[in-house]
T-cell receptor
Framework: EAQVTQNPRYLITVTGKKLTVTCSQNMNHEYMSWYRQDPGLGLRQIYY???????DKGDVPEGYKVSRKEKRNFPLILESPSPNQTSLYFC????????????FGPGTRLTVL | QQPVQSPQAVILREGEDAVINCSSSKALYSVHWYRQKHGEAPVFLMI?????EQKGHDKISASFNEKKQQSSLYLTASQLSYSGTYFC????????????????FGKGTRLHILP
């Protein structure tokens, strides 16, 4: 089954404690991205990746890091989380060559205390 | 850069029609439409790639006016299952006519269908 998986689905942490949210897709998609969703603000792109070892900032990259060492994985790293990073996070992917739909992962709800 | 969606919210009775608009200040390569149910991930509805293109499936269709940098989503004879938040995502057209590869989403339009 074609899918994007994210882990963990829910996470409560404290300010300053480094964390990683994993994202994996099984569709051999070149393009992957991370969004955060906050009430009234829609989906805002954090980082995106066009292919392995190629990443670029989205609209709200401050406080986040990403890496794309393998095509299927695109982890989101928060080196020193702060309460304003409390949000719902979505990973997404699509295959550029076929102009297909963008598949979203199930989301990760992060609370930073 | 974020596309502007209108209206912000719509309440309809089952069977009524709705139109959701999405406009951009930049030249567009494509427009994507998604629907998100509460507590779930957004789900793809359709992508429009060419200016003037219209697409549809079932009673949901969309148009893309490249010159006006606008897209509209049409929901005909709405059903209860259409309730949710609709997002348009836009991909800009670069000077070289290549796609930008960044999909920027609007703030969403909340649609509530009453029985």
């Amino acid at each position: 089954e074609a899918q994007v998986t994210q882990n963990p689905r829910y996470l409560i942490t404290v300010t300053g404690k480094k964390l990683t949210v994993t994202c994996s897709q099984n569709m051999n998609h070149e393009y992957m991205s991370w969004y955060r969703q906050d009430p009234g603000l829609g989906l805002r792109q954090i980082y995106y990746s066009m292919n392995v070892e190629v990443t670029d900032k989205g609209d709200v990259p401050e406080g986040y890091k990403v890496s794309r060492k393998e095509k299927r994985n695109f982890p989101l790293i928060l080196e020193s989380p702060s309460p304003n990073q409390t949000s719902l996070y979505f990973c997404a992917s699509f295959g550029r060559s076929s102009y297909n739909e963008q598949f979203f992962g199930p989301g990760t709800r992060l609370t930073v205390l | 850069q974020q596309p502007v969606q209108s209206p912000q919210a719509v309440i309809l009775r089952e069977g009524e029609d709705a139109v959701i608009n999405c406009s951009s200040s930049k030249a567009l390569y494509s427009v994507h439409w998604y629907r998100q149910k509460h507590g779930e991930a957004p789900v793809f509805l359709m992508i429009l790639l060419k200016g003037g293109e219209q697409k549809g499936h079932d009673k949901i269709s969309a148009s893309f006016n490249e010159k006006k940098q606008q897209s509209s989503l049409y929901l005909t004879a709405s059903q209860l299952s259409y309730s949710g938040t609709y997002f348009c995502g836009t991909e800009m057209n670069l000077m070289s006519a290549n796609r930008d590869d960044k999909i920027i989403f609007g703030k969403g339009t909340r649609l509530h269908i009453l029985p």
